[in-house]
């Protein structure tokens, strides 16, 4: 296996300091709020991490910035790790955090374009992410602009038939702006993905409906990194990353269970170990 295909649970380096952080700053915003999905957000991290710090040419201080990269959380229920992210790089303050969905608070339990600033899309209904980045890539081709685009699914989110009428338009059109980024965890609300509905051969589905395709470590850095500075991996069509990741990555035990998808009541053993484990207390 080479090193794009590593998987991330066999393979991946010890969390750094920066993404233990980002993870504590999700926590301690569940635990002020008394919900939000922790284990779809800590599979994000690294993935989140490395678009806006290696990949993504944005300007916080200029959220809508004509030429910008646009990127597109399809999985909106992940949105923890989006939020802490764009605070992290200073698109609004840290402490907003600390109102997640709060009375009054800009940071809901999906996220909202128009009033987040950094979000793109208003997404949570599963399965639109992509089709949004199409009409995004289109229109932004139409005027000239060298803009990219990238959109964050989940594998649960694969089941959504919508997925691949994109897919179809997005190979159709010949969209090598366009770079869809699934995160690849192996678990839905319920259960495995193998058992809620089977994915595999997930890279050759793809592939079959015209996307060069790559595969990562999604909780490597670097490996993230150098997949996602190739792309387009191929002119003329459109790319997907496949991340290899681990539902609930960094909180022992949410790490792969599906039962911690809608957890968001946290034991004081519960916070305390996971305070340890990430450094945050």
Avoid at 1 to 30: F, Y
Avoid at 125 to 145: F, N, Q, T, V, Y
Avoid at 153 to 162: K, Q, R
Wanted: aromatic share 6%.
């Amino acid at each position: 296996m080479t090193s794009a295909g590593i998987l991330a649970e066999t393979g991946s380096p010890p969390l750094d300091a920066r993404s233990k952080a980002l993870r504590s700053t999700v926590v301690e915003a569940i635990v002020a709020a008394g919900r939000g999905h922790l284990g779809p957000a800590m599979s994000l991290i690294e993935i989140m991490r490395t678009l806006y710090d290696h990949v993504l040419r944005v300007r916080p201080e200029e959220p809508l910035w004509p030429e910008r990269d646009r990127c597109i959380l399809s999985k909106g229920h992940g949105c923890l790790a989006l939020y802490a992210i764009l605070a992290d790089k200073g698109f609004f303050p840290l402490e907003t955090l600390a109102t997640f969905c709060g009375h009054d608070s800009i940071l809901g339990g999906h996220p909202e374009f128009g009033i987040v600033p950094g979000v793109e899309a208003s997404t949570g209904a599963l399965g639109h992410g992509l089709s949004i980045g199409i009409g995004r890539a289109l229109a932004l081709r139409m005027r000239g602009s060298k803009a990219r685009i990238f959109v964050v699914l989940g594998d649960g989110e694969l089941n959504e038939g919508s997925v691949w009428e994109a897919a179809m338009a997005a190979s159709k059109h010949k969209l090598d702006s366009l770079t869809a980024v699934v995160d690849y965890n192996k678990f839905q609300s319920y259960g495995p993905t193998s058992e809620v509905l089977e994915l595999e051969p997930l890279a050759d589905k793809w592939r079959s409906f015209g996307f060069a395709v790559s595969e990562a470590d999604g909780h490597d850095v670097s490996d993230l990194r150098r997949a996602l500075e190739k792309v387009p991996y191929r002119a003329g069509r459109p790319s997907v990353l496949i991340c290899h990741t681990v539902k609930g990555k960094g909180v022992p035990d949410a790490e792969s269970n599906a039962d911690w998808h809608h957890k968001n009541k946290l034991t004081a053993n519960e916070l305390t170990t996971i305070r340890s484990v990430l450094g945050g207390g």
